[in-house]
């Protein structure tokens, strides 16, 4: 995935996967060497014994499980990286329970850094026809005449909160681009097609028509929270994107962030071409009877109940309908009876 988005445009100004400057550069910086903005690396790791079949120079095919080759490469450098310290500089944690971490800590010892050549073919799985390049979405956002697009990222299925935050962002702007993740996550969130079909049943049922698109994105999930939250803006700068949405904990997991910690790290980088639309964390009050935040509801926290995708799925796995106040019934229609089965 990350070989097709660079070769799309989608990272921006990456050609190829890092090689060590551009590596510890971000890590270290939040730079690439040039200067730009960049946060998460972006990188191709290999097993040493893989490391020692290619050298300097070579053009390598980087093919999937079933043997079809799918990327071309140029290999630049070699290089060897510390996976703990990798860690404790994306995630600010080295433990093991954190996802990101352990998805680290599985890597291959050695990386690989060069040019990706061409994507030969792509890569298939369930929500392959919902993925737009960005020169696509760009003709969307012209043939519309949006000027300015407020971005939407997600790996949840809808629910009231989320749906929230969307309609204050489309108050700013001529479109909403929703576009859920549809790669790497962690083991217990939900299949990537029901996810995409849940916005489909929001948007025709809901949304004025032409106000929103709906694009499967080709990225995985680091949980890196305030790094990963300025990754997805730079990403949807390159999907013609003038704003994006950040709410609570934005790619956070398991309480490892500060709740508006991605709030804060906009604050200490320079503009970066796409404006953050921070917004406070929706809740259901009962004694306003509507979605609202702190900025919106003065009741204590007794009157609160948690509208989030960690209650979603408990429902779903409990085989229990959501109440309307966390889910529109058309979304509880589509996952009601599936219990585990709604879930990767």
Known sequence: ???????????????????????????????????????????????????????????????????????????DEIYDYNKFAYCEKIYGTKDVAHPGVAKVLKMGEVLVGGRVVSVLNNFDFDVRKFMMTPKEVKEYFKKHNWKTIVAFHTRNVVHRAHEYLQRCGMEYVDGILIHPAVGFTKAGDFKKELIVRSYQRLIDGYYPKNKALLAALGIGMKF???????????????????HIIIGRDHAGVGGYYEKYAAHKIFSNLPPLGITPLLLKGPFYCEKCESIATENTCSHDESCRLEVSGTLAREFIKEKKRPPKWLMRPEIADLLEGLGENAFS
């Open 1 to 75: 995935m990350d070989a097709e988005q660079i070769a799309i445009g989608g990272y921006a100004p990456l050609s190829g996967f890092m090689g060590k400057d551009d590596f510890e550069s971000v890590l270290n910086n939040m730079r690439l060497v040039v200067g730009d903005v960049w946060t998460l690396p972006i990188i191709l790791d290999i097993s040493k014994e893989a490391a020692a079949s290619i050298k300097i120079g070579d053009e390598v095919l980087l093919g999937d499980e079933q043997g079809q080759a799918n990327v071309l490469f140029s290999v």
């Open 224 to 242: 890196a929270g305030p790094r990963e939250a300025v990754f997805h803006a730079l990403i949807r700068k390159n999907y013609g994107c003038t």
